[in-house]
């Protein structure tokens, strides 16, 4: 078992940044390819970006130049950099952990975080 605990959520601006982290424990981490993902109210959950235990990363198109996904393998912790928010960019963003070819497809992942809720006002 995998537990992932997000935080940094909160409101904030259009144009500002946020930085979410998630923080995990169980099976060792570094074995884990980590992801974001996001549901904003009435939409289905969509993939944000997504790191392998070595580093190699992918993000959506939306995304693209605004967010930064990385990991600290020593701390168990992957980040999500977000700037340039926009009001689109409002959900709850979840943390997530499996294969990266599973979290590159979204569907069936493993290990879920809560979620935190991040609003961006206009």
């Known amino acids: 078992q995998v537990q992932l605990v997000e935080s940094g959520g909160g409101l904030v601006q259009a144009g500002g940044s946020l930085r979410l982290s998630c923080a995990a424990s169980?099976?060792?981490?570094?074995?884990?390819?980590m992801g974001w993902f996001r549901q904003a109210p009435g939409k289905e959950r969509e993939s944000v970006a997504g790191i392998s235990w070595s580093g190699s990363k992918y993000s959506a198109a939306s995304v693209q130049g605004r967010f930064t996904i990385s990991r600290d393998n020593a701390k168990n912790t992957v980040y999500l950099q977000m700037d340039s928010l926009k009001p689109e960019d409002t959900a709850v963003y979840y943390c997530a952990a499996d294969s990266y070819k599973t979290l590159l497809k979204g569907d069936y992942v493993a290990f879920w975080g809560q979620g935190t809720q991040v609003t961006v006002s206009s």
């Open positions: 169980g099976r060792t981490f570094s074995n884990y390819a």
